[in-house]
């Protein structure tokens, strides 16, 4: 009885704080779970649709406008492809990039300019990133629409600023004394980058790429702006392929009205590019942990 | 880092220098896309805006880039935003700064190894895969639930969608916030008898306001530029809001900024007409919007960081 009388002392402080205390931790905690428990009976709902659908026809075909016939492959082969590329391209200027702002820049006014920079192209709309790539890729260097090339340069620059951030965290967590160190054999600041610093910062550069990746291979919104098709039958097989990937290919088969689409061929789809993406991160993951034990 | 180079090997040095501008080369590349960004953006819309006044495409009320009557109007597209971005707020925000609460102030460091983690999952899973969560599982299941008519495609799914997304946003900022509130503070507090409880609402969420409010404009820019949840879930509506109905708002198709964008894009639409130049004055609305806003949060985080180090 003693919950709703926060207004008279007479019934001891203590004891009416301590309800309260006691109700708002729950609620924190309840609050805390909510978006977890949430997401888990999403996944286990999509995860029992998926079953009976997604077989190795599933994973083998291509789409196809039966439902009992239509197949992932090429969606999936067309996301592992851009995602290779967008590795190749965003690994070294990541890498280079934050070399620079850690190891040779001055705290000056261009510095933090760069700095500030980075941080706010992490928080561009992915979409716009898409109409860049449309203007710039697609119209100004004529690469084509929607090919592999496009599709990777574009989503490159997008995860760039993610994979510089994190390349900074684990360059600057090189100790100190390491560098001084090899300065002191008479190393060049180059070589001391070469031998010592890179070496040790590159468990933790691995694992914000990877993780990067991870990132990558879900963007849906601007492949769509650089108008790669939804649906492709074929392998991509050269650079200028056009491409699909497993994203574009799930909204795509999102807005068929069939409920063996909605409620079974985009459940597997889901559940195929979830695996890819487990599969990545926890790849970054086994890096970091093998590497922190040895450190 | 500025260390003497003792080497007086020429090559070694003309190697080193060679390095310094070639990493310059790749920060400076950062610059190069911001510009990049901003002038695709502005010559498009500079285009678009030849061919329909800039005044009419602010100010009015409808929008309707290749059906007849066609009108360009963007304000419809904002309000469809601003419905998604305060439905997701209303999810978010309590949620985020009570998960940044327990975390920072109730959870022992075994609870929070496996929270944290857990948490930012939620902002790992691909939109398009929430997009298709609210479409097939979260609309159908209001709707046996709540004594609603719910549409199709309809901003509550989409919002209570976004919002999940962006808990991890809200919370990991805000928390960083509250552990940078010094101890003593909380130890001042206790030695007065308050609770947890108080001391969590009247002393830690005070002194860390500056460090919550920039984690809410954060996680609302996101909403804002949020495409495939809101493309896959909220519809092709483009209507103004009637804030007189505040229910119907949330329980009929709308469409934002980012949706708009996307139907061009996947519709048949090339050339240079001025339905495909919309695309690039709503970008760039869409850009100027969330640009200002994380620059905002960039500020006021930096304030924050300045008063207790």
Redesign the interface.
Known sequence: MAADTGETPADGFGRI??T??VA??L???A??L???V??AA?LL??AVDAVGWLDWQFLTNPPHPNPYEAGFLPALVGSIAIMLMIALVTF??????A???E????DGYLTR??Q??????A??????????G???FVGLFNIGYGTVLAAAFTIA?LI??IV?ISAQEAIRAVP?SQ?QAS?GM?A???QT?RNVVLPRAMPGIMTGTILAL??A?????PL??I?AP?TVFGLPNSFFSKVSAM?LQ??NW??YPQTEF??GV?AAG?VT??VV?LTI?SIAIIIRNRYQQRT | ???P???HDGI??A??TA??Y??????????L??V??IL??L??AIDFFAQIPLVDFLTGTRWSPTNEPIAFGVLPLISGTLVITIGSAMVAL??GL??A???SE??SDRQRAY?KP??E??A??????Y???A????TPAIDTILPVDLSTFNALSASIMVG?MI??MV?SISEDAMSAVPDSLRQASYGLGA????V??SVVVPAALSGIFSSFI?AL??A?????IV??AAGQTPRMIDLTDPAGMFLDSIQPM?SA??QI??GDIVGQGPAYKS??AV?LT??VI??VM??IS?LVASRYREVYR
């Open positions: 704080s301590r309260k205390d708002f931790r609620l924190a905690l609050a805390t909510v978006g977890i949430s997401l999403l709902n999509v070294p200027l990541g890498v280079g990039a070399v620079y702002l190891e040779y820049a001055d300019f760069i500030l920079n980075i941080a706010n192209l928080g561009v709309p992915s979409v716009v990133y898409g109409l860049l449309l203007g710039l620059l760039l600023p510089i100190d560098r300065y008479g060049t600041k180059w980058i991870g990132r291979i879900g963007e849906t919104a769509i702006m108008a939804t994203p799930i909204y999102a807005s909605q409620y985009v889901v590019l979830l993406l991160n | 880092m500025s260390q180079d003792f080497s070694r040095t190697r080193g390095f310094r070639l990493f310059m080369l790749c920060a400076l590349l950062s610059i896309t911001t990049a960004i695709t953006l010559l498009d309590p949620i009570l998960t609460i327990y975390l109730y959870a929270l857990a948490l999952v939620l790992g899973v691909p939109t398009v895969v997009g298709y969560f479409l097939v599982y979260v999940i808990i991890p919370s609770t947890k409880f108080t969590s609402t954060l820019s996101r804002i530029g949020e495409t495939m493309a896959i980012t964008m996307v894009g996947t695309l690039f970008g869409l850009f969330t640009f994380n620059l960039e």
